[in-house]
T-cell receptor, first 112, second 112 residues
Framework: GNSVTQMEGPVTLSEEAFLTINCTYT??????LFWYVQYPGEGLQLLLKATKADDKGSNKGFEATYRKETTSFHLEKGSVQVSDSAVYFCALKLQGAQKLVFGQGTRLTINP | SQTIHQWPATLVQPVGSPLSLECTVEGTSNPNLYWYRQAAGRGLQLLFYSVGIGQISSEVPQNLSASRPQDRQFILSSKKLLLSDSGFYLC???????????FGSGTRLTVV
């Protein structure tokens, strides 16, 4: 079946540290890949996406590259801020399918 | 521009009571609509989706039902709530032509 596995959280970093949140997927076809962010008390917001192999999604200093050979879509940021504290969800969607398949989420806390 | 409204933001209901959560979308027509649930400490699970008025697909058997009485309105209901229905409920919409989903701000339901 189709599934997404994310790095176990919670992750705690200091401000200006480098961030990586790992995400790997299993899919029967060639999915589109997404990262969503959920700030405290809010719904999900799309952070970035990539629709085909070797595409790089980027937004707000975050980046993720669609790696077909390793079935991965790791989220990175060079220098995190306190305001980046949130829960991050990796997700996939197969072409023609209705459903977004989510990972379990990774809670990120950035300390000043 | 398109917006999605979900209410209420917070709800505390006793076991056995009914439930009605409403979601409306503005600025688009014939959207695909979705209800997701996020249980405590877990990822998001798709509950229902709808591709048109009166068309409801259920992803998992459960104590909940959904209806779409109008093109841009999606309602999640229960006749008798269970403790296990507690969670964070998110409505989302998607245009049929694109992969990205837009989520509402969510309803936190606590069944006591």
């Amino acid at each position: 079946g189709n599934s997404v596995t994310q790095m176990e959280g919670p992750v705690t970093l200091s401000e200006e540290a480098f961030l990586t949140i790992n995400c790997t997927y299993t899919a029967t076809g060639y999915p589109s890949l997404f990262w969503y962010v959920q700030y405290p008390g809010e719904g999900l917001q799309l952070l970035l996406k990539a629709t085909k192999a070797d595409d790089k999604g980027s937004n707000k200093g975050f980046e993720a590259t669609y790696r077909k050979e390793t079935t991965s879509f790791h989220l990175e940021k060079g220098s995190v801020q306190v305001s980046d504290s949130a829960v991050y969800f990796c997700a996939l969607k197969l072409q023609g399918a209705q459903k977004l398949v989510f990972g379990q989420g990774t809670r990120l806390t950035i300390n000043p | 521009s398109q917006t999605i409204h979900q209410w209420p933001a917070t709800l505390v209901q006793p076991v056995g009571s009914p439930l009605s959560l409403e979601c409306t979308v503005e600025g688009t027509s014939n959207p695909n609509l979705y209800w997701y649930r996020q249980a405590a400490g877990r990822g998001l699970q798709l509950l229902f989706y709808s591709v048109g008025i009166g068309q409801i697909s259920s992803e998992v058997p459960q104590n909940l039902s959904a209806s779409r009485p109008q093109d841009r309105q999606f309602i999640l209901s229960s006749k008798k709530l269970l403790l296990s229905d507690s969670g964070f409920y998110l409505c989302a919409w998607r245009s049929g032509q694109v992969d990205g989903y837009t989520f509402g701000s969510g309803t936190r339901l606590t069944v006591v």
